[in-house]
């Protein structure tokens, strides 16, 4: 990797289909903590838990 790699990181929106699955919820865990993401958008068949209800993202 470049050594000024981290400089130039940029924000990142990332949507998500699929989050009630034990893997889609990992992956929704990861992006909500996650300094880089700056928005989350999830895309479902069956409604959320409150993990993502009380997001600030």
Do not use: W, Y
């Not at 034990?22 to 409604?47: A, F, T, W, Y």
């Amino acid at each position: 990797m470049h050594a000024n790699f981290r400089e130039h990181r940029t924000e990142m929106k990332v949507i998500i289909s699929g989050t009630t699955g034990m893997v889609g919820e990992g992956v929704l865990h990861e992006c909500l903590n996650h300094p880089d993401v700056s928005q989350v958008l999830v895309i479902n068949r069956k409604p959320c838990g409150e993990l993502i209800l009380n997001s600030s993202k």
